[in-house]
């Protein structure tokens, strides 16, 4: 089996091969995808007390909205990680993007909790299809040195659509009966825009995949390794994507709820601080891509690179330690932007990482590393929300969340690779 990492991995990196505009575009259009993807999903965590008091759902009964979207998320992902390896991604993303919109739109109907539960599955099933398909498309159209950065604006869509979802939150609803239904129709809505502009920009063979293991090797981006590095690497990436996912996803469902309840802060101070918190996330998230390219033009190879960069994000969300226990304050406050700049810089990472393994079937490699995170991420909402009504605290589950990705640090520097093993790059048959 082939493992997609640069033959002069053992090299300094050198910043990165020119890349045009229109790459840096289509990237562009993947940010706003992701923004999609997340002011779609962050509807719900924004309104949550408008919602649980209009429909009667208690706190558990959130967590198990959050639970079937996670396990909806995550059948997701691995059903689209397999059409994006044999489909045109210039036609399957836009073909999802719809998808979760439509859902999405529909939501701001629902007038019961089975009726909000069916929408939240459906949502996490169409949603689940942006990470195989963005990851996708940025492996073949990002060389290796430039995968990092094209990732970090990607990801960092989240965190525009998590700062602009509170902000049409507070334009559009207008906090009587049924309020919060206006800003999930607005917010499906935008799907079809952007799915007009993919069809315009992209063309029919700018997406294609490699044929072959050998033809990505005449690209510079293929070395052989053998099975039990490859299994490693898979297992550290399992690690890794689990635990980064258990602290991010925390924080987006639950945090707006613990400013609110347990710490006393106004619904629209929340809102307003919901979107600083994703403001620090995106730029955490660039950050982190502009670092590791840094890193690696200075001398280091692009994997230490992104290892150095990975660990200064897992410090900063290991803060969170400290912010469990402190009061309603500005240093609360200022810890909880630190964790959000590191959490959210941890994903392009990530995804550089795994798209070190295959060339062929990133689809499939995505899809079912999502599987494996939004099993274990779906199962954490429902006993955080029982946490919660049985003990009024969300002190503990801050701590845990933001310590998670430290498992995920650990994996990399005793799993990715050996002390001693030599590389060697691949030989085109």
């Known amino acids: 089996m082939s493992v997609a990492v640069d033959p002069d991995f053992d090299a300094p990196a050198e910043e990165g091969a020119a890349v045009s505009w229109r790459t840096w575009a289509a990237c562009g259009l993947m940010l706003l995808a992701t923004a999609l993807n997340y002011m779609d999903r962050q509807a719900l965590a924004q309104q949550a007390s408008d919602v649980q ?33 044999g489909f045109s991604l210039r036609w399957l993303y836009p073909a999802i993007l719809l998808g979760w919109s439509a859902v999405g739109f529909l939501t701001g109907g629902a007038t019961s909790y089975r009726e909000l539960l069916t929408y939240r599955v459906l949502l996490g099933f169409f949603e689940a299809g942006q990470w195989p398909c963005a990851v996708a498309a940025s492996q073949r159209l990002l060389s290796r040195g430039n995968r990092a950065m094209g990732n970090s604006i990607l990801q960092s869509g989240a965190s525009l659509g998590a700062i602009l979802t509170p902000l049409v939150v507070l334009a559009l609803n207008t906090g009587g009966m049924g309020g919060w239904r206006t800003p999930f129709r607005v917010i499906g809505a935008l799907g079809v825009a952007w799915v007009v502009a993919w069809l315009l920009m992209i063309r029919p ?5 490699p044929e072959t293991p050998a033809e990505a090797g005449k690209a510079g981006d293929v070395e052989v390794v053998d099975r039990a590095t490859t299994i490693r690497r898979i297992a550290a990436l399992i690690l ?10 925390y924080f987006r469902a639950w945090m707006p709820k613990m400013l609110e309840r347990e710490h006393g802060y106004g619904k629209a101070a929340v809102q307003w601080f919901s979107s ?17 390219r840094r890193l690696a033009g200075g001398g280091r190879t692009v994997h230490r690179a992104r290892l150095a960069t990975f660990a200064a994000c897992v410090g900063l969300t290991s803060l969170s330690l400290a912010a469990a226990y402190l009061p309603a304050s500005p240093l609360l406050l200022a810890l909880l932007l630190a964790i959000g700049f590191g959490s959210l810089g941890q994903f392009p990472l990530y995804y550089a990482f795994t798209q070190e393994i295959s060339t062929r079937w990133m ?12 099993v274990v991420t779906g199962a954490m909402h429902p006993m955080i929300g029982r946490w919660i009504d049985r003990t009024g605290s969300y002190a503990a589950p801050n701590a845990l969340a933001g310590l998670a990705p430290v498992v995920a640090l650990v994996a990399l520097l005793a799993l990715w690779d050996l002390p001693g093993r030599s590389r060697r790059p691949a030989r085109p048959s």
């Open 53 to 85: 008091a209009e429909l009667k759902l208690t706190n558990e009964d959130y967590g198990n909205l959050e639970f079937w979207f996670g396990i909806a998320f995550a059948v997701g992902g691995v059903a689209t990680g397999f059409l994006v390896d």
């Open 240 to 249: 890794v994507v689990i635990a980064i996912n258990l602290c991010w996803q």
């Open 276 to 292: 600083a918190y994703y403001v620090a996330a995106g730029v955490g998230c660039l950050a982190a891509g502009v670092l590791s």
């Open 363 to 374: 689809g499939r490699v995505t899809g079912v590393f999502s599987f494996a995170a939004w």
């Open 205 to 209: 063979r700018d997406l294609d995949a």
